[in-house]
């Protein structure tokens, strides 16, 4: 099947760290830019961050730049955000979605972070 | 505050045609794409238009989009109880190089 899994919300005391794993199946997501996208409980979507395929260009939101790292490992067909000095504000769900806006938009179901102490 | 705007609320009955407008800047909507979401309660969100009007495979002609100016517009024709979702439009702003939604807008099939 073709598709795009989250993995590694957890729920994690304010300051600390998180990484998420956004793992395909199906196809190859080296071909895509990947995007991550937030969304708060009740709230709308709120982009965070692209990889380009090359690995190289990556672009981020105000709001996480600094604190998310976004890498990717082709040969694992997967891509990481990587999350420090975590805040109440982040929590939401996070998904990932392989070429964000184009004709092969395909988003995952999503993981959840939860940040409190 | 989203960058794109959108009505919080929309509503019409069985059969009827729907419009939502998103409405952004020349950074935004006015010089990209601008690509049409629908997420129904609990699910993930699916693309229904990108690039201003294309729709994907599987996603019925009941839906069309359309740009103009810094404005987008998502059409639902014929309007079925399952459209009842929240809808977003997104494009790529170059002046905070990255993707800006509207804050959404709720479908309700009366």
């Known amino acids: 099947e073709v598709q795009v899994v989250e993995s590694g919300g957890d729920i994690v005391q304010p300051g600390g760290s998180l990484r998420l794993s956004c793992a395909a199946s199906?196809?190859?997501?080296?071909?895509?830019?990947v995007h991550w996208v937030r969304q708060a409980p009740g709230k709308g979507l709120v982009w965070v961050s692209r990889?380009?395929?090359?690995?190289?260009?990556?672009d981020y939101a105000g709001s996480v730049k600094g604190r998310f790292t976004v890498s990717r490992d082709n040969a694992k067909n997967t891509v990481y955000l990587q999350m420090n000095s975590l805040r109440a504000e982040d929590t939401a769900v996070y998904y990932c979605?392989?070429?964000?806006?184009?004709?092969?938009?395909?988003w995952g179901q999503g993981t959840m972070v939860t940040v409190s102490s | 505050q989203s960058v794109l705007t959108q009505p919080p609320s929309a509503s019409g009955t069985p059969g009827q045609r729907v419009t939502i407008s998103c409405s952004g800047s020349?950074?935004?909507?006015?010089?990209?794409?601008v690509c049409w979401y629908q997420q129904l309660p609990g699910t993930a969100p699916k693309v229904l238009i990108y690039?201003?009007?294309q729709r994907p495979s599987g996603v019925v002609d009941r839906f069309s989009g359309s740009k103009s100016g810094t404005s987008a517009s998502l059409v639902i024709s014929g309007l079925r109880s399952e459209d009842e979702a929240d809808y977003y439009c997104?494009?790529?702003?170059?002046?905070?190089?990255?993707?800006?939604f509207g804050g959404g807008t709720k479908l309700t099939v009366l």
């Open positions: 020349s950074s935004n909507i006015e010089s990209d794409y």
């Open positions: 990889i380009h395929p090359d690995g190289i260009r990556i």
């Open positions: 690039k201003n009007d």
């Open positions: 997104a494009g790529w702003d170059g002046s905070v190089s990255g993707v800006v």
């Open positions: 979605a392989r070429d964000q806006g184009g004709e092969d938009d395909m």
């Open positions: 199906g196809f190859t997501l080296g071909r895509y830019s």
